[in-house]
């Protein structure tokens, strides 16, 4: 998500901590609608009632906070912030109205707007969970330390409602006036919403200063379960509309409504490739010499000729590679997508991938790795931040018909599986390549399955073959690598993961259009009020294009809790 400079202080350092999570707010149905300018009047008058009780609350938390502070400057600035938002209660009818919305008579408190008033009156009472503040206030350090606690869990919603919008706000036409919440939208970005979010954190860091390590924690954990309150808040709110958000309400289970999702493993769910750990592990685990001076089970060479001969490898594999790339990208690009253009150059990488695992067979650099040892090191595998649990929370979801399949080039699929499994779920659906054994041992032998593009697809279509013809079925497949283009273009919804610059150098190439994620999901959004219908059609030479696995989550799973 994008950067906003909210300054060094602790505000600052806990908005860059805990700001990833709003994905899951921008992802929500109320959100994407409201970006898309189709949100229902009934819905955006359900959450104006809400918003009203939130305003109270801030309000009232302000009032506590004021008679807590104990330097009168600070007691001003706390009366000014309290004033502002008493300014925005008395306006409120008139301000929504001028946004063109009447406002509900029905202002009942729904289970989030509770949840969240009452962790803002409790906060600003002193009653704070783990934190022990006595019943009366004697000290004024005492009080100052709440009015600090009241300010971090104040601090989170006013930033996130200006970053939000902005967010939205980037993908409207400025002279398209029928976009109904426009005016809305544009309130939330102003310069004078900007700078009341961050007179907050400004006031944050000041009450702050004195505070021990212990209390600057009390005020990191009352900030981010404010968020969390805030994504609960705004993924509560009913659409009472065709949403595309989350993907996995939009499959209908009651006409065998079925969800394929397809990933690569190698710097898609993790952040180091395979092939540098199996060599790894190959280096460090060499066996010694048995005591009677034999070597254990097969002949291998020494830790420093392993090394010498994996970096050589590796040296070479990067060469090829960018000779590859040079010499298809430096034809004539396409000025409209080409898929057999696209199909014959990826041929060039699929000689290119074949000769470089027969180097590494012929090495061996892969002879005599223990299975277990193998085991071991993909359970310390570090993945992508948020690609494990999403995986675990879809084979759990048990209201969800879903399956999961890593596609990948991978040498070893035992690697993968104790990468990404867990002993509470069901087996992990792996296609990869494998490493020949012995005795648990291996041959250094590489067993190919998937080698090239055109392998992957091949396995791809194969397991859609084998699928329930009846029934409405959606296929999504997640990639990062040059080997996904074919299955990401084959999806129903093919998405981008980080921001390989070859990839798309060679998908621009080949007329390929990378779309962020939110920005095609707003358009499918306008579409589903145009057309009619939610379902997800491919869309030829278009691919979208994410920065993490959160908004992977919340795209299909909806809200992270």
Excluded at 189 to 196: K, L, R
Aim: hydrophobic content about 40%; overall charge negative; aromatic content about 10%.
């Amino acid at each position: 998500m994008g950067g906003m400079d909210v300054g060094g202080g602790i505000a600052g350092k806990l908005w860059n901590k805990f700001r990833s999570e709003l994905v899951f707010v921008n992802y929500t149905p109320f959100f994407v609608c409201l970006a898309a300018g189709n949100l229902s009047a009934d819905s955006f008058h359900h959450y104006v009632s809400q918003h009203v009780h939130l305003l109270n609350a801030f309000a009232h938390a302000y009032e506590l906070a004021e008679e807590c502070a104990d330097d009168d400057e600070d007691k001003k600035a706390i009366r000014n912030l309290r004033k502002y938002v008493q300014a925005k209660l008395k306006s409120h009818d008139s301000l929504v109205r001028e946004w063109g919305f009447e406002l509900p008579e029905e202002r009942s408190l729904k289970n989030a707007t509770v949840k969240y008033t009452d962790f803002l009156s409790a906060t600003a009472s002193g009653r704070i969970e783990g934190e022990r503040v006595p019943g009366k206030l004697a000290t004024p350090f005492e009080k100052t330390k709440v009015a600090a606690y009241t300010l971090g869990a104040i601090a989170p919603c006013m930033r996130l409602f200006a970053f939000i919008n902005k967010e939205i706000q980037a993908l409207l036409d400025p002279n398209d006036s029928t976009h109904i919440y426009k005016k809305w939208i544009d309130h939330y970005c102003s310069e004078n919403f900007e700078a009341y979010a961050f007179r907050i954190e400004e006031l944050l860091d000041t009450l702050s200063i004195s505070l021990t390590g212990e209390e600057l924690d009390v005020i990191e954990k009352l900030y981010h379960q404010s968020m969390r309150l805030e994504v609960d808040f705004f993924s509560s709110q009913p659409i009472l509309q065709e949403a595309v958000v989350p993907l996995s309400r939009t499959l209908d289970p009651a006409v065998g409504g079925e969800l394929s999702i397809f990933c690569d493993f190698d710097l898609t769910c993790t952040a180091f490739d395979s092939s540098a750990i199996l060599a790894e592990i190959a280096i460090i685990t060499r066996p010694k010499a048995d005591p009677d001076g034999s070597e254990t089970q097969l002949a291998r060479m020494s830790s420093a000729d392993l090394r010498s001969t994996w970096d050589a490898l590796s040296a070479q594999y990067t060469e090829e590679f960018e000779q590859c790339v040079e010499s298809i990208t430096t034809t004539e690009r396409a000025e409209t997508f080409s898929y057999e253009g696209l199909c014959e150059a990826l041929e060039q990488f699929a000689h290119f991938e074949k000769a470089a695992n027969s180097r590494v067979v012929q090495s061996g650099v892969l002879k005599g790795l223990n299975q277990e040892d193998i085991k071991r090191a993909g359970q310390r595998l570090i993945c992508q931040d948020g690609c494990k649990g999403f995986i675990q929370k879809i084979m759990k979801n048990e209201n969800l018909t879903a399956a999961i399949h890593v596609l990948s080039y991978c040498w070893c699929g035992d690697l993968i599986r104790s990468a990404l499994s867990s002993g509470d779920v069901k087996a992990l659906n792996v296609h990869s390549n494998e490493l020949s054994c012995e005795d648990s041992t291996t041959t250094g032998e590489i067993i190919k399955k998937l080698e090239s593009p055109m392998e992957k697809l091949q396995a791809f279509n194969n397991i859609l073959n084998n699928r329930d013809e009846d029934g409405q079925h959606l296929t999504v497949y997640i990639g990062g690598s040059v080997g996904d283009l074919l299955c990401l273009l084959e999806a129903d919804i093919g998405i981008v993961m980080g921001s390989s610059p070859t990839l798309r150098r060679l998908g621009e190439q080949f007329g390929i259009s990378f779309v962020p994620l939110f920005s095609g999901l707003v358009a499918k959004q306008r579409e589903v009020v145009e057309v009619g219908s939610s379902y997800w059609k491919r869309l030829s030479g278009t691919l979208y294009t994410v920065s993490s696995w959160d908004e992977i989550h919340a795209f299909i799973l909806g809200s992270s809790s």
